[in-house]
C-alpha cells in the first residue's frame, strides 16, 4: 500500500498561481501512474490531470493550457502547476496512485474572484 501526502493548496487570487505537491512512500511509485482530482462542494469528483510511468499526459477539459502535470521519479512526487486559476478550480484535489487504487487525504484550493 502507497500512502500520498498533499500539500501546496491556499488561497490565492483569481489569475494566480499554485503548485501542489504528492509524496508518495513506497516503492510503488516508479512503476504507476499517477493523477490529481479534484471535487468542489456539492458535485462529483473529476479528473484533472494524469500522468504515465513515461510521462505522457492528459488534462480535463476545464483545465487544458493552464494546468500542467509533472513527476519526479527520484523524490516519489507528483505535482500539479495551476496557473491562471479561476474561481470555479475552487475545490479539493486529491492525488491518486493508480497502481494501487489508492487516495490522499485532498488539500483545499480556494481561489477568490
Known amino acids: 500500500q502507497v500512502q500520498l501526502v498533499e500539500s501546496g493548496g491556499g488561497l490565492v487570487q483569481a489569475g494566480g498561481s499554485l503548485r501542489l505537491s504528492c509524496a508518495a512512500s513506497g516503492r510503488i511509485f516508479s512503476i504507476s501512474a499517477m493523477g490529481w482530482y479534484r471535487q468542489a462542494p456539492g458535485k462529483q469528483r473529476e479528473l484533472v490531470a494524469i500522468?504515465?510511468?513515461?510521462?505522457?499526459?492528459t488534462y480535463g477539459d476545464s483545465v487544458k493550457g493552464r494546468f500542467t502535470i509533472s513527476r519526479d521519479n527520484a523524490k516519489s512526487t507528483v505535482y500539479l502547476q495551476m496557473n491562471s486559476l479561476k474561481s470555479e478550480d475552487t475545490a479539493v484535489y486529491y492525488c491518486y496512485a493508480g497502481a494501487t487504487a489508492s487516495w490522499g487525504q485532498g488539500t483545499q484550493v480556494t481561489v477568490s474572484s
Open positions: 500522468i504515465t510511468i513515461r510521462g505522457s499526459t
